[in-house]
């Protein structure tokens, strides 16, 4: 039996007009951008934590930290590839992923099966096609309550599970 471990993450970012949204890489048109140093991605934005807490390499902040400028408006699809790797790099792969978005707005449900595939051609390059049985999205609102029930913003909790390689 191999090893495994299971990782918590967890990031949100408010709305700022003028820029795009962009949740587990996939583009929203229409909507209202997140304020962020990077792409604000910030469903990927869990996941990198999940995954490097899983291994425990620290957190995405410790690896492309905002004060940085090489990871101003940088495109989080790259930082998830990079902290694939790392985790890689360290004997570990990826089990499988589960991710809940928390906003009022956009609508996530209809573009889940498109994010997932997004997630699974990240984690898995060389078997995305299988890979997207191991990623779980869901869309959830806040009924309301708080910030982001006042559609301030997005939260994004994910788990991730790894295994030794």
């Not at 191999?2 to 890489?25: N, P, T, W």
């Not at 299988?130 to 788990?159: F, P, Q």
Request: glycine share 12%.
């Amino acid at each position: 039996m191999s090893d495994i471990r299971i990782g918590f993450g967890y990031d949100s970012h408010r709305f700022e007009a003028g820029g795009k949204l962009v949740l587990g890489g996939v583009e929203f048109p229409g909507e209202a951008g997140l304020k962020g140093h990077s792409d604000a991605d910030a469903l990927i934005h869990a996941v990198i934590d999940a995954i490097l807490g899983a291994a425990a390499l620290g957190d995405i902040g410790s690896h492309f930290p905002d004060t940085d400028m090489r990871w101003h408006g940088a495109d989080s699809t790259q930082l998830l590839s990079a902290a694939v790797a790392e985790v890689r790099a360290a004997g570990w792969t990826v089990g499988n992923i589960d991710a809940t978005v928390i906003c009022e707005r956009p609508k996530v449900g209809p573009r889940v099966a498109e994010i997932r595939y997004r997630l699974a051609e990240l984690l898995w390059p060389d078997d995305s096609e299988s890979g997207v049985a191991r990623v779980s999205v869901k869309g959830k609102t806040n009924e309301r309550m708080d910030a982001v029930g006042a559609g301030l913003g997005i939260e994004v909790h994910a788990v991730c599970l790894l295994k030794s390689l």
